[in-house]
């Protein structure tokens, strides 16, 4: 059996600071949405390939969400890493760097880490 990938879910507090937050951070776009009327879920992609980021909105949830001990996270490939890692500390939202491995790591509004590596060359 093969499997495709299709989405991966994140629960935010705020969905307009949280969309906001991935457009400017990563470029990630709306793609499409649901809304009932309990819960709002949109879908952010990169418009390029089929990668699709689930923002999930509840819309009774006020305390922030138990995520550990950040031991799961997003990574995403950067053109121009140099140029992305200045980008994210100019808007102080790099949480951790590991200088050996050639990584970074950016933390979103709800606390959710990203890594940013460089973009593998072909």
Known sequence: MKLRF?????NVLD???SMDFYEEA?????????TSEDFIIVYLGDGQTDFLLELT?????TEPYDLGEQ???LAFYAKNF???????????WVCFENEEMGIYFIQDP???W?????????
């Open 57 to 61: 909105w509840l819309k009774e949830r």
């Open 26 to 34: 990563l470029g990630l776009k709306e793609e499409r949405r649901i």
């Open 110 to 112: 709800d606390g959710y």
């Open 114 to 122: 990203l890594e940013v590596l460089p973009e593998k060359e072909s």
């Open 15 to 17: 969905l307009k600071k």
């Open 6 to 10: 299709c989405h991966v879910n994140f």
């Open 71 to 73: 031991e799961f996270h």
């Open 82 to 92: 140099e140029g992305a890692r200045a980008f994210h500390r100019e808007k102080g």
